[in-house]
């Protein structure tokens, strides 16, 4: 019987289950096992029992019935002895009696030939008169222990037969229920894998039979069944999936101009690309060995790798295409398996207009880093006069005094400024366009000369910018001449902040706004009074500036508490609030909504520096449209001892460095 009909018929017949016939033997074999244990358990119980009778009786007639023949031979009542043996041979597992006595002998019964239970008692006879017990004779009992010996075996074998017939019916009605509950759910399983299609869409689900009154709701075999579904979905979208994959490379393959090649263990061509077969004359229905072609071709690089079983690159070698040298870029990867090497996966780039341009790149590209350096360090340069100015600004001590030259300068610097950062930025961006193209062998002579007239245009643009910002930044030096004082000393916070806002009395009552100082007396910092002073007085001009054009009450909430080693500091206002999507350019430098209105969009950012660098503490900033903004600083109490610390990693890190 063939494999595939034993697969039907396993369906159809329980005991063309394998799984079944087994558990029923097995079952078999262990009830077997324990009925016959149980039925000689049994028939050994019934054996005590029966000759436990036996003893019984002769007890019996040792102790009862041997007085009262004593008492019948004693006065000579001889039929009386008679009459009693014949009466006691009636009973049961009592085959033969026998009385001796002098010359007297009486029997009851037939004697037991074989396999008989003797016992022998004597006959003594209580004188009421003496008081002396006399001997007068024997009493000989026989049992036959064939009769018990028959019952107890075919009481065993009936036993045996019931015990196995209730076995083979139980087993029965077991391997039908296990064939209806496990075996067919199992072969519906079976089946339904055995007809699995991973590319049929109206692929059906799995779905196994249900017995209404022996199988639960949702059972092991449910389980399994419903994640046999979830497998074959993934399967069939897998499969879709890897015929999609085969499909693009394969589309790939045929339009890509490079070579591409695929070798066995023996380097024998099992793959190659249409350009490469096309260019190599290769036979598209009989490969050749790969070492021959390149022979051919005089390819010794190339053979050397390949003859190295492992992987390379930037196998460079020159090729002879119809009488034109052509110039080629070799790679590969070894594939191993559990039988060692496998063969080669490759591709092959053409790189003859990389190489031709090679050398003229270069010449330019070296021109071209001295050109930009040149221009990059004057740049750099003018950067430097311009924070130079810019932190004379930041160590102001009233930055409403420099308002009006900050705006000024700024929105003059800000545009040639600008130019020439984007100009910087397009030079950069072409030198790193030409250094990746050379390093991967793409440059065309067109990209070449579209990217250097590119060049000169923005270097033209960048020296004309950079000469006109450095002529404005040397005016704009000239006249930021206000230092902040940066002293360290020790103040009281709440008194400080108090002296600062009545000092701001005539730009606050311009709104008007009274702020509200609100913190625990004798807060002491050993810090910079004036950088602290310098951010509050830039947050109330700010406040001032751009927050209460449309609010009726205006209202400044600045707030502190000391916070172990640090000085918590709130600064708060109801104003118009700033949009979400300009949260993250508030600090920025020249930045501003109020551009030819008084802005110079350097308040916050200088805040931002002050707090940062100069004080060293961390600011928070959140604020939602028409709810006001709120600023939160955490700056340490005591800026000597951080300064100190700072001073010592710095000299670490230096030492560690040496």
Known sequence: MSKSHKFDESIRNPFFSLVGRRILLIMILLSGFFTVFTTLLQTYWDYNDAF?????RHYEIENIHADLLASSLWIYDLSSVQERLDG??????????????????????SPVEVSKLVNEYP??????????????????VESDTNTIYAHLIQQFFLTLLLNAIKTLLVCYLILLVFHHTVSQRVFHVAQFLRGYNPLDPGQKKLALPRKKYIMEKEDELDWLAAETNKITDNMSTLYRNIMLERERLSDFTHVSSDWLWETDADLKLTFCSDPMRHALGIDAKHFPYLHDVLTTIGCNQFIGNLQRQQDFAMCEEIIQIDNDTRYFVFQALAHYGVDGFRGFRGTGIDITELKKTQFELETLNQ????????????LQESMERLKAAQDQLVESEKLAALGSLVAGVAHEVNTPLGIAVTASSVVKEITTTLNDA??????????????????????????????????????FKQTAVDQVSEAHTEFDVKRTINALIASLHPETRKVPVEPIVKGEEKVIMHSLPGVLT???SNLVMNSINHAFDDTNTPQILIEFERQDEHLYLCYQDNGCGVPEELHQRIFEPFYTSKRGRGGSGLGLNLVFNLVKQKLQGELQFESTPGEGAKFMFLIPLNLANITSQQQREDDQHTIGKQ
């Not at 006691?88 to 029997?107: A, D, G, K, Q, T």
């Not at 006879?125 to 007068?136: C, H, S, V």
């Open 52 to 56: 436990n009778n036996v003893e019984s």
């Open 88 to 109: 006691l041979v009636n009973l049961p597992h009592v085959n033969y009696l026998s009385v001796r006595s002098e010359n007297y002998l009486f029997e009851a019964g």
């Open 123 to 140: 006959l003594e006879y209580d004188d009421p008169d003496t008081g002396r017990t006399q001997r007068i004779g024997t009493i000989y």
């Open 367 to 378: 021109n071209l880093e001295v050109t930009v350096d040149e221009r990059t360090r004057e």
């Open 438 to 475: 050379f390093k991967e062998k793409t440059l065309t002579s067109a990209q070449f000369a579209s990217l250097m007239k590119q060049v000169d245009d923005s270097i033209n643009m960048l020296e004309h910018n950079l000469n006109r910002a450095s002529h404005l930044i040397r005016d």
């Open 534 to 536: 310098q951010v509050i």
